[in-house]
């Protein structure tokens, strides 16, 4: 199991970032797929039509989400966190993503990178 730490950049307001990371209907328009999301603790949540799946463990308005990814049979959970700090360029994410199964670490790495931040930030341009 690995454990990963990022930050991104994106030019938009905290506020505006959250509401792209936990809104269905926008999490819909910048994925391109199908989504399941709600802004509630112990609730399910779905991207990319099924692609990653998993629990919404905690929310603070415009400064943090956490959730529980799926990996399989995987024993060990893995969380994920995103803090939102407010940026002279609009949002600094820290995104901190542990136990990653070794086998997917590579996909997710590069996931984060190109497909979840990747795309969020051509929304912001």
């Given at each position: 199991m690995k454990d990963l730490k990022r930050y991104y950049?994106?030019?938009?307001?905290?506020?505006?970032?959250?509401?792209?990371?936990?809104n269905q209907r926008m999490?819909?328009?910048?994925?391109?797929?199908?989504?399941?999301?709600?802004?509630?603790?112990?609730?399910?949540?779905?991207?990319?039509?099924?692609?990653?799946s998993g629990i919404n463990l905690e929310f603070e308005e415009n400064k943090k989400i956490v959730q529980q990814w799926f990996?399989?049979?995987?024993?060990?959970?893995?969380?994920v966190t995103i803090k939102l700090h407010p940026h002279k360029k609009g949002t600094s994410v820290e995104l901190i993503h542990?136990?990653?199964?070794?086998?997917a670490y590579e996909n997710i790495s590069d996931g984060w990178d190109e497909d979840y931040f990747g795309a969020l930030a051509e929304l912001f341009i």
């Amino acid at each position: 199991m690995k454990d990963l730490k990022r930050y991104y950049t994106l030019h938009a307001d905290p506020k505006d970032v959250y509401n792209a990371l936990t809104n269905q209907r926008m999490l819909e328009i910048w994925t391109g797929e199908e989504v399941l999301m709600q802004t509630e603790p112990n609730t399910e949540f779905s991207l990319w039509n099924g692609s990653i799946s998993g629990i919404n463990l905690e929310f603070e308005e415009n400064k943090k989400i956490v959730q529980q990814w799926f990996f399989g049979d995987d024993e060990k959970e893995s969380i994920v966190t995103i803090k939102l700090h407010p940026h002279k360029k609009g949002t600094s994410v820290e995104l901190i993503h542990t136990n990653i199964p070794d086998d997917a670490y590579e996909n997710i790495s590069d996931g984060w990178d190109e497909d979840y931040f990747g795309a969020l930030a051509e929304l912001f341009i």
